[in-house]
Structures are given as C-alpha cells and as structure tokens.
C-alpha cells in the first residue's frame, strides 16, 4: 500500500470554506462531522434531564418536580438519549467518516442521500425539540397505550413524528451502508479481510433496514389513533393494547443492537491496537455480529413477560434471549484471548474498551438475569431494569462511543486531544458510571419502582449514592467536552498513524484529503496485519 | 435529439460497479418497505384471529366487482411500467416515456376508483372516527376492520401518489434522452418500486375483499 | 441486474400478464364459494403465486445475482419470524374466567 503525500492536497477540511460548503457538502467525512454537532447537542438536551432526574431522586419525597412534570422529565431523557443520540452516535458519526476509508473508497454509494439523511435526522430532532419546548410527553420513551394513544394529554404526535421521520435517517443510512460494503471495497479486500468495524455496521445496518420500518408504522398507528378513536389499541373499542408493545418492541429491541454493535466494532478495532494484536477468533466474532442481528429479531417479547402475554410465549422468549446472550459472551471472550501475551498500553481509548469489557459483561449478565421469566416477575419496571440497560448503554455503546471518538479524533482532525488528562478523564466517567448504576441493581432488586419520584425512606442512600455518582460522570463528559474541542486549536499535530494501528484508514493523511485516496489502494494482507503498520512514536 | 451519456459518479470505477450498488441500495430500500407493510399486515393479522366475525362482515361491505377490476387496472399499470423499462434498455426514450405515460393514467383510473369507493363509505358512514354510524345489529368491532382498510389502502395509496411523482420526473427525463443502452438505472429502481406497490395490493385485495365471500358481492 | 444484456422478450410479459389477470379472475371467483378454512389458504396460495410471477419477471430477479434473490427473500422471511411469534402469542392465550374475549 503506498502512502499518499499529505502535502498538495488540501485536507477535507480545508479547501472549501463556509457555511454553505458545509450544509452542502456531499462528502462524508463532512457529513460524519455534521451529525457529530448533532449527536452532541441532543447528548447534552439528554444529560440535562438526566441531571433533573437525580437531583430529584435526592430525596424520598417528591418535592423538586411534581409527578406530571417527573414523568416528562424521564420521557425525554429516554427519548433523546436513545433516538437522537445512542443510535445515530457510532454510525452517523464515526461510520460515515470511517467506513469509506477503511475499505478504499472515495464516498460511500450515495453521496446525496448520506447527506438527506442528516436533514432528515435533524428534521426529526426539530420537532421532538418543539413537542419539548411546547410542554413536553409524558407517555415514557416507551409510549405504551392505551395512555399514549388516549388517554395522554402531552404534546404525543410532536414528539413521534419527530422519531418517525428520524426513523428514515437511519433507514437510508443502512441502505447506504449496505450498498456500499457490498460494491465499494478496494481490490483485493475480500469480506474477510475487513476491519471488524465494517462487519459491526453491515449488521447493524440489516437491523436499521428490517427493523427500523415497523416503529414507522407503528407510530403512525399511535397517531391514527390519538386523532381519530378508531380502536386499534383501545380495549373499549376492540383494540388489544398489548398489540402495540409487540409492535413497539419488535423494532426497539433490535435497536439495541443497533446502538450495541457498532460499539462492539469500536471495541475491537481498539483492542487490535492497543495489544499490537490481530484479533483472535476474526471469523467467529465476524459471524457474531450477524447473529446477533438475526437473533435479535426474535427476543422482544422478553419486555412483555408481564404484559398479559401468553405464558407460553413468555417461555419461547426467554429461550431464544439466553440464545442471543451467546454470540455477544463469545465477543467478550474474543477480546479478551486478543488481551492474553499482547503488548499492551493503555492509551485514553484503550481504557475506554477495557471499561466496555468489564462494564458490558455485567451489562450482559444481568440481561440474563431479566431473561429469566420467573425474575423479570420480580424485577420488571424496577431499578434493576434501568440499571441493566444502562450498563449496556452507557458503560458499554458510551464508553466505546468515547473510546471510538479518541481513537480516531487525531485522524479526523490532525490534533493530538491532551493525553494524560484523557486517561483521567476516562478513569473519572469509569468511576462515576459504576457509582451511579452499581447501587441502582440493588435498589431495583430491593423493589424500588421506575418511573416513580417518591420512594420508601430505606432507599435514600442508595439514591444519593446513586447521584454523587452522575455528578462524577457528569464532569467526566464535560470535561471531555471541554479538552477535545481545546485541541482542535491547541492539540498537537498528529501524523498518519499516530497509534500505530493497521488499517486503511491510517494510510492517509491526517486529516484525510476530500477524495480519501490519491489512487486506489490495493489490499494484499489480511486484517490486522502489522507487518507494514508504521509506527509513529508519540509522548 | 440530445445525446445520451452515461454519468459515471467520482467515487465509482466503472458504470458496472454504479448500477450494481444502485441496485443493491434499491432492493435494500424495498426490504424495508416489505417490513413498513408488515407492520399492517400483522396488525390486521392479529386482529383477523381475535375477530373474524367483525372482518367477515366487513369484508361484504367492500364492493369486490370493483375490487377485482381495480386489480386488473393496477396489473395493467405493472404491464406498462414493466415494457417502459424494457424500451429504457433497448435505448428507446421515447417510447419509454410513452409507457410510463399509460402507467400515470391507469394509476390515476385505480386512485379515482378507490375515491369512489371511499366516497360511498363516507355516505354509508364507515370511517371510524370520521364518520362512523354502522347500522343497527352490525358487529361490534366492525371499527377494527374498517380502520384497517383505510388505514392500509390509505399508505398504499399514499406510496402510488409518490410513484405518479417519480413517473412523471423519470418521463420527462426519458423523453429528452437521457436515459440509454448502458444507463438506464432510474427507470429500472422505478419499476423495481412500481412492482413492490402492485405486490402489497396483489396481497391486500384478496385480504381484504374476499373474506368468506359466498355471500354475493355487495357494493 | 442491469445488466442491460438481459432484455426480456414482449412474450414473457404479456404471459406473465396473462397470468396475473387469470389469477385475478380466478381468486374473485373462488372466494364466491365457501370452502371453510381452505378459502384462506387458496387466496394466499394465488396471491402467492402472482407476487412470484412479478417478482422474478417483472422485477427480474430470475435473471439476477445471488446477493438480490436473498435481498428479495429477506423481507418476506423477516415477516413471517414476526407472524410466527407473534401467534405464538395470541394463538396461546388462555381466557380468563370472567373477561369477554
């Protein structure tokens, strides 16, 4: 592979100026940035109810906010953490600016509908913005009915419609991803020769193609029926309101996947380069992740066991989600071979990944523990569910979101972020995160409710352990905001690999020119290989 | 007669490679449309189990002498988008144009029946929600067939609305020779999504209109 | 696909037109008697039968690439896990004693 000159080109950042070069931009590395600004403003909307939520949770009784107000406070927490932020983070982001490069290409297939589908995402994030501003929703990310559909007195269409149009954000961005891994890849880089990252969003985009469409749909339904009264998930009228959490769940369980896969590509991208290791087991961990979008599909009904689902369905479920724990325990084990006799370092984002290791097996675990029927009955709607998810959600796609971001900021920008104070910073949200979730399993096993403001005085110290602990995590993200814009002006220059990683994507100039590659790269060596990985030494 | 050139995009190597991607992200594109159907289609299936009766007799509501032309007219407009590929591929602008023509009004004759149908549910009040008086001794959840019906034949119609737009852009284009031997991928991915709307139809008429249809066709 | 090598003769389309018509007429007709159960089965089995024709004709995935027969089965696929599991549901409920149906 030749290396291509940085110096006559000007990078993609350079060369055109303004705004509308920017908002018009059919290059994804631009585009990948726009959604950055995108993700970034919604993470911080989310984190901002987060922090009310807590606060709130000081103390027993409900005296911050009143009930009405709690539920809208959790609703758009919920809401925009998980649409705008989790799902589009690693792959708008980092997927857009990463995989063209990774496999050789110029762009992805579809230049114009890469950059529809930031319109489309921030479309969406407007008018969810507006049903916020406007008063707000109180229905629970979840928008169960019958409340939602009948008998909810919140802004319910606004905040919908504004995921069912960012529901196509993700729909296109699939179809491109798709497209793309199948036809643009450099000669001679067969499927198995692909950075684990690709594979992680060539699955993740099956899901956001098969499943994304159903929440469309099943929206529309909740609006049809909010504005008409037609009966279809009203039991007064017919309707059975269960349909609804079969509808809902079919899509946003996979999308868990969606948010988790992509981490998981991350991860092992990190991994590889932090052991100076190819990653053992390449094959099995590349069919994991198709697994576990197959099998993903077949498990949402492990949300319903107390639903007033059929119990015999409720057994099927709870079968087939101990089966999709497995591909994910086999990653995990993956990783950690690819660990054993590597030469290790613990640069910012290698942290970042062993904090996912650690944080998702337990994420993962405790999913098992709700997989079991008999305990769901027990922990369903409890703590012990939030504090599941967010173990998989925030100590695992977050941490690796921000190990990701890291890793390949010096690429992206050509500046170094701060080192030490990185590593600090990681270790702080490390710190932070398992003070805030850790207490909350046992609060949830204890029996204390979701959703609820008010709690039995017995909990309070967990709460407040549970507070102190955001309070920590908090800083960890604000300061990471804080130091990596810092270093777009003040960070040190970065050379092409600064890492010393292997992959594509490190042959070129950091930051990359607009067309990626002055010729087509030939791809000889299989993935990983660091025979012809140059190793820059940095402090 | 302006010449045809193939538009070979700066991040393809070759005009193969474009059309093979734009086919892929095409028929990616269909999967999730199969899946936003699916959505309806389970929904009706569920509540087709829960309630046969209510979909039986809603389902003789439903004019099927009317129903079944439809379905011809709909097919004949897969004829016609179909050979309008076809001249597409052979280099026939014109006469692709033309096609795509015949296809515009034998949509608009299927969207102007399914009009008359809704009018006349409208008169007989059978649009829950809007209008709903059934009549006496109808069967109680007769509102869930109904608002499937409008529901489903609702988005289908919406998505023929957005392919008479597509029709009407990728005519012109044809008709002032854009499209050739070696490129005509935008009048194929229109067929492709014209064949996908006839497929949901082929599915919904028999579901919807023939439900124990002994009983005669009402109108 | 797009290989625009692959042009179907006139013929096969108006047969597979034909056809479709034929279906058309065929399943009309044999919804105006009551077979029971197997009415379903024979609409979906005709309706079946159409969707194939256009689909590998019209759409010409007959003459097409591996990776677009799976892309046209894969939707179709995806919903039938969701009818299976969602019956596996519905179809096993036990009433309760005291509620309407």
């Keep these: 592979m030749s290396a291509p000159h940085a110096g006559e080109r000007p990078s993609y950042l350079g060369g055109e100026y303004g705004l509308r070069s920017w908002l018009l931009t059919l290059d994804h590395k631009r585009i990948g940035l726009l959604y950055l600004m995108g993700v970034s403003a919604f993470f911080l909307v989310g984190g901002a109810f987060a922090v009310l939520i807590r606060l709130e949770l000081l103390t027993p009784s409900g005296d911050l906010f009143q009930s009405e107000t709690y539920n809208k406070l959790f609703t758009l927490h919920g809401i925009f953490m998980i649409f705008f932020f989790l799902l589009p983070s690693i792959p708008a982001v980092l997927g857009n600016f990463l995989l063209p490069l990774m496999i050789g290409a110029r762009d992805l297939a579809f230049p114009r509908i890469n950059l529809l589908s930031w319109y489309i995402y921030m479309v969406g994030g407007l008018f969810t913005t507006y049903a916020m501003l406007a008063g707000g929703v109180d229905t629970g990310w979840t928008f169960y009915t019958p409340y939602s559909s009948t008998y909810a007195n919140s802004h319910v269409i606004a905040a919908a419609l504004g995921i069912f149009i960012s529901g196509f954000s993700s729909i296109l961005t699939g179809v491109n991803f798709i497209a793309t891994i199948h036809k643009l890849r450099a000669p001679g880089l067969t499927w198995f020769r692909l950075p684990l990252f690709v594979w992680a969003h060539y699955a993740t985009s099956l899901i956001m193609v098969l499943g994304t469409p159903v929440i469309a749909i099943t929206i529309l339904l909740v609006a049809v029926e909010r504005l008409f009264h037609v009966g279809i998930f009203d039991p007064a009228l017919g309707g059975d309101p269960v349909l609804f959490q079969h509808l809902f769940w079919f899509y946003s369980h996979p999308a868990v996947y969606i948010m988790i896969l992509p981490a998981m590509g991350v991860i092992s991208e990190v991994i590889a380069c932090f052991s100076r290791k190819r990653v053992f087991g390449y094959k099995i961990v590349a069919f994991s992740s198709l697994a576990i979008a197959v099998l993903g599909f077949l498990v949402w009904g492990h949300h319903m066991f107390v639903s007033g689902q059929s119990v015999y369905a409720g057994v099927v479920f709870s079968l087939l989600s101990f089966l999709v724990a497995i591909p994910s325990a086999v990653k995990v084990f993956n990783w950690t071979a690819t660990l054993y006799r590597g030469s290790i370092s613990f640069e910012a984002p290698m942290l970042y990944a062993l904090g996912f290791i650690g944080l998702f097996t337990i994420g993962g675990l405790t999913g098992i523990f709700l997989a079991t029927l008999a305990v769901d009955v027990h922990v369903h709607d409890t703590y012990f569910v939030v504090a599941h998810f967010h173990f998989v959600m925030v100590g695992g796609a977050v941490m690796a979101y921000l190990g990701g971001l890291h890793f390949w900021w010096p690429k992206m920008f050509g500046r170094l972020y701060p080192e030490m104070l990185a590593r600090v910073t990681a270790v702080i949200v490390f710190v932070g995160f398992n003070l805030t979730f850790l207490p909350q399993f046992v609060l949830g096993y204890l029996g204390m409710p979701r959703r609820y403001h008010v709690y039995p005085d017995e909990f309070q110290v967990l709460n407040v352990l549970s507070t102190a602990g955001a309070s920590i995590l908090g800083l960890g993200f604000l300061m990471s905001a804080a130091y990596l814009p810092w270093s777009l002006r003040f960070g040190k220059k970065a050379g092409r690999n600064p890492f010393g990683a292997a992959g594509l994507e490190w042959t070129t100039a950091s930051p990359p020119m607009a067309h990626n590659f002055e010729s087509v790269p030939e791809v000889q060596g299989e993935a990983y290989e660091r025979e012809h990985v140059e190793e820059e030494l940095h402090v | 007669m302006s010449e045809t050139r193939a538009v070979l995009a700066h991040h393809f190597e070759s005009l193969e490679q474009q059309n093979e991607a734009a086919a892929i992200g095409m028929w990616a594109f269909l999967v999730q449309e199969v899946m936003f159907f699916g959505g309806l289609f389970t929904t009706y299936l569920v509540y087709r189990v829960l309630h046969p009766g209510a979909f039986a007799e809603g389902s003789a509501h439903l004019p099927v002498a009317l129903g079944t032309a439809n379905t011809a007219v709909l097919i004949g407009s897969s004829l016609t988008m179909a050979l309008g590929v076809r001249a597409a591929q052979l280099g026939r602008g014109r006469q692709c144009a033309l096609f795509l023509a015949a296809t515009i009004v034998l949509a608009f004759a299927f969207l102007g029946v399914k009009g008359v149908e809704y009018a006349e549910k409208w008169e007989h009040g059978l649009i829950p929600g809007v209008r709903w008086s059934p009549e006496a001794g109808a069967d109680a959840r007769l509102n869930l067939f109904f608002a499937l019906y409008f529901v489903m034949t609702g988005c289908h119609a919406l998505h023929m609305l957005v392919g008479i737009v597509l029709m009407a852009i990728v005519a012109g284009r044809a008709w002032g020779g854009r499209y050739s031997r070696a490129n005509f991928l935008g009048v194929e991915c229109l067929g492709l999504y014209w064949h996908f709307v006839d497929l949901v139809w082929i599915f919904l008429f028999p579901l919807l209109y023939l439900l124990h249809g002994h009983r005669g066709g009402h109108s | ?101």
Excluded at chain 3, 2 to 10: A, D, I, K, M
């Design chain 3, 1 to 101: 696909m797009s290989e625009s090598g692959h042009v179907l003769p006139l013929r096969v389309y108006f047969a597979v037109f034909t056809a479709l018509l034929a279906g058309t007429a065929l399943t009309t007709w044999v919804a105006t008697h009551d077979l029971g159960p197997w009415n379903d089965l024979v609409a979906l089995s005709i309706a079946g039968t159409k969707a194939t024709l256009v689909i590998l004709y019209f759409m010409h995935v007959r003459y097409a690439s591996r990776l677009i027969w799976i892309f046209s089965l894969a939707g179709f696929l995806w919903l039938m896990l969701f009818f299976v599991l969602i019956l596996a549901d519905y179809q096993t409920r036990v009433p309760v004693p005291g509620w309407a149906g």
